[in-house]
């Protein structure tokens, strides 16, 4: 089954908060480098610089009150669901500012209240959540949509296959993006599966399944908003395959001696920065200047939310005993 996922041009603000959602993850993301490399604090991530564009049409594609799943390499799909920076780098450096108070980490960063529901630690793990909470979504009778993010090695996976056959069966309001960097860790896709394109793999659960140019944001947009309105019309799950690279290594310090360098200039030529700055001049959207001011406003932002974070303080002892349990007091038996 195909997806119709037409090209088509979104308005200059929706362009605009692409970008901006772009630039943003990509001034985190260093900012952060920028610290571990200097000692000026501790901590660890695993990078997603040259996969912002897909972060850019992610950040358009949802509702606030939809649902998001994402993954340990996914502060740039955190970024796009709209929680605030200060949450994420606090949780990166385990302080109180934080999304869960400094007690997630990198790998566990939830804000419920801009829908983001889990960032997993473990390959595979998000789907058969997500598919949790969109049977949810159907069984309460709203419209809200679930999305969750994951890697090529993630459909190797079988509780990826165990998600995506319950959904479909179910007709759950569940969109799938495979952020499709081509590296499982330190594994080239090549050497983990057999099939071209990871898009394919929905054919054996009867839903759509479309491979996009994950490099280019507006085409991110438009196959993300076709699988949108697919699932929150009652039709059921699609498979969206986001092809993509993965500049930087799997963690922060990886010397990528497992990724030839040819390969990596060769990919790093089509990075998403320069493709889309492009686009914007020539569509009329902002000339470069304007887009560089909106590159500086996101550095300042991540600069400005970091000073907040560093200020807040570690988490104390008693917070080992909070949100352990559930409060019950006053719930029927």
């Known amino acids: 089954m195909q997806l119709d996922a037409s090209s088509q041009t ?14 943003l993850a990509r001034a985190c993301e260093a900012r952060l480098r920028k610290g571990f490399g200097s000692g000026e604090f501790a901590g660890v991530i695993w990078p997603s610089r040259g996969q912002e564009a897909i972060a850019g049409g992610l950040s358009t594609a949802l509702r606030r009150d939809d649902r998001l ?8 799909d955190l970024l796009a669901k709209g929680v605030p920076p200060a949450e994420i780098m606090g949780e990166v450096l385990g302080r109180g500012a934080g999304a869960s108070r400094g007690k997630g980490g990198t790998m566990h960063i939830t804000c419920p209240e801009v829908g983001v529901m889990l960032s997993t630690g473990i390959v595979g793990s998000g789907p058969p959540v997500a598919v949790g909470l969109a049977l949810a979504a159907k069984l309460q009778g709203v419209d809200r949509v679930v999305a969750v993010c994951f890697g090529d090695g993630a459909t190797n996976t079988g509780s990826f296959h165990e998600a995506v ?15 499709n960097n081509q590296y499982a860790e330190l594994t080239p896709v090549e050497e983990t599966m057999r099939v071209e394109r990871i898009a394919d793999r929905a054919t054996a659960y009867a839903i759509p399944g479309v491979r996009v140019d994950g490099n280019d944001p507006v085409a991110v947009h438009n196959a993300l908003s076709a699988a949108v309105e697919r699932a929150r019309s009652g039709a059921g ?8 690279f993965r500049y930087a290594g799997h963690y922060v310090g990886d ?22 700055e492009r686009f914007l001049v020539e569509q009329g959207v902002a000339d470069a200047d304007r887009l560089a001011a909106l590159d500086a406003a996101s550095v300042a932002e991540i600069a400005e939310a970091l000073a907040t974070v560093l200020a807040s303080p570690e988490p104390p002892a008693s917070e080992l005993e909070t949100d352990i349990y559930a409060d019950l007091a006053g719930m029927p038996r």
Request: charge should be negative; hydrophobic fraction near 45%; include cysteine.
């Open 69 to 76: 799943v994402t993954t340990y390499r996914g502060i740039h």
């Open 10 to 23: 979104p308005e200059a603000e929706m362009l605009l908060t692409m970008y901006r959602t772009m630039t």
């Open 237 to 244: 799950p699609t498979l969206v395959e986001c092809l993509t």
């Open 255 to 276: 010397p990528q001696v497992y990724m030839a360098k040819e390969r990596l200039e060769e990919a790093m030529r089509d990075d998403p920065f320069p493709r889309f």
């Open 165 to 179: 056959n319950l959904a479909a069966v179910w007709d759950l309001p569940l969109v799938l993006i495979c952020q």
